[in-house]
């Protein structure tokens, strides 16, 4: 069969405009069916904090920074993180500080006093358990979401801020509120909010959420702002009847 000329321009038009939608479908195609990057959290550990972590295993202490060392100090001075709940590498970090703590003598441990600056705590309940055995609870991103307006100066101190030979002299008692409302998230997943009423785990709290904010306990807001508080005096006797020693009563 013989082709004209003319018919032969049209077909291969044709062809032409065939080809091309089928090119711009395909196109369309692998446009549509392209997927974005996934985005980091935010809330993420770091390559850094995870190498820290993973230093040493779950059973070694990891140090405690100390505010009178420079590189320390500015660790210290920094504000927290939260931390995503159920994040796996959260029980070697906490395993990790429980040991810190212990090894100090230690009645509470935040996480930026072992270098890392996420919102964790170790508490020691003295408004639980027996008279001799105080047991220890770990928080996640823990908030204090009221304060008592009545406070009391202690004794107060910290594990961050040795007061042994060569290292400068600082003030030993805070002013703190008598009663703090807190709310944090067990590792669990279980979110709590509690009023805690005892004073001294109350103060135990008030020291650890602090060190999250960058904040020390010889920075004395209230001594400032006197006018706005009813300052109690401190009765020695409340410290005998629910059995803390003389000489933890600083390490925090």
Same mark, same amino acid.
């Given at each position: ?12 038009? @044709?062809?032409?405009? @065939? ?13 549509? *069916?392209?997927? =974005? ?8 550990? *770091? ?22 060392? !420079?590189?320390?100090? @500015? ?28 090894? #100090? =003598?230690?009645?509470?441990? #935040? ?34 979401? #009221? ?17 042994? *030979? ?35 785990? #109350? ?7 602090? !060190? ?7 920075? =004395?807001?209230?001594?400032? !702002? ?27």
């Amino acid at each position: 069969m013989k082709i004209s000329p003319f018919a032969f321009v049209k077909i291969s038009f @044709l062809i032409i405009i @065939l080809g091309f939608f089928f090119i711009q479908c395909k196109k369309d195609v692998t446009t549509t *069916t392209k997927t =974005n990057p996934v985005q980091p959290n935010p809330l993420a550990f *770091t390559k850094a904090e995870i190498d820290t972590v993973r230093k040493a295993d779950s059973a070694t202490a990891m140090r405690i920074l100390i505010i009178f060392v !420079h590189p320390d100090s @500015l660790i210290l001075r920094t504000p927290s993180k939260d931390v995503i709940v159920g994040d796996t590498l959260i029980k070697r970090l906490t395993d990790r500080m429980y040991t810190a703590v212990k090894h #100090a =003598n230690g009645v509470g441990i #935040a996480a930026p006093q072992v270098g890392i600056c996420r919102k964790i705590i170790w508490v020691q309940r003295y408004d639980k358990g027996t008279l001799t055995n105080k047991p220890f609870e770990v928080y996640l991103n823990p908030k204090i979401t #009221a304060y008592s307006d009545t406070v009391v100066r202690r004794m107060d101190g910290c594990l961050s801020v040795p007061q042994t *030979t060569g290292y400068p002299v600082v003030i030993d008692s805070s002013y703190r509120a008598i009663w703090v409302d807190v709310e944090y998230t067990l590792p669990n997943g279980t979110f709590i909010h509690e009023r805690v009423k005892q004073w001294y785990t #109350a103060q135990i709290f008030q020291h650890e959420i602090d !060190h999250l904010y960058g904040k020390m306990y010889f920075d =004395n807001y209230v001594s400032k !702002h006197k006018n706005r508080f009813t300052i109690l005096s401190a009765n020695n006797k409340e410290e005998k009847e629910i059995g803390i020693p003389k000489d933890r009563m600083n390490n925090m």
